[in-house]
């Protein structure tokens, strides 16, 4: 396939969630915008980080330990990021009722499938995870790239 056919081909598509493999080549051509959203649970004075963990089957990382983060779509509401935050509150932290989110930062960071730009908030969740909860200088050796960056500058921003 020829860049003329491939142009066409993409301009059929509808604006939106790609599919995986062409998302992913997308990815590794370009820059993708990313929004991170770091949990914290606090008890009794002791602050840890809420992480989930990617199932085996997972292409690109297979088990590996993440904050939670979505995609920026097209369709999401311009001016902000909170359609983006929401979503990421309503499908990862509904059981765990969340207070607002606070804005950290950008962080321009390499990962496995190519580079991204991350904005990164943070959330404190009211109801305790029954697991997964890590102390912030002490997490998983299997941890997706970039992401104790994140950890470690909201940990900073919001408690230090």
């Known amino acids: ?10 301009a059929k598509m509808e604006p939106g969630k790609l599919p995986l493999e062409i998302f992913n ?15 914290f649970y606090t008890e009794n004075g002791v602050t840890k980080v809420y992480l989930l963990q990617r199932p085996i089957s997972d292409e690109l990382w297979a088990g ?10 097209p369709g999401d509401a ?3 990021f909170s ?7 309503k499908t990862k932290f509904s059981e765990f009722d969340c207070g607002d989110e606070m804005f950290i930062g950008n962080f ?8 991204e730009v991350a904005m990164v908030f943070s959330v404190d969740l009211k109801n305790k995870p029954q697991n997964n909860l890590f102390d ?3 997490l998983p ?19 230090i």
């Not at 590996?64 to 779509?73: A, D, E, F, N, Q």
């Open 1 to 10: 396939m020829n860049n003329s056919d491939l142009s066409n081909s993409l």
């Open 25 to 39: 080549q997308v990815a590794r051509l370009t820059v993708v915008p990313v929004i991170e959203v770091v949990p």
């Open 64 to 73: 590996k330990y993440h904050v939670p983060g979505s995609i920026i779509l």
């Open 78 to 80: 311009s001016g902000s």
């Open 83 to 89: 359609d983006v935050v929401d979503r990421i509150k």
């Open 108 to 115: 321009l960071c390499a990962v496995e499938r190519g580079t």
């Open 136 to 138: 912030y200088k002490d």
């Open 141 to 159: 050796s299997s941890i997706i790239n970039g992401q104790r960056e994140f950890i470690e500058a909201a940990f900073e921003v919001k408690y």
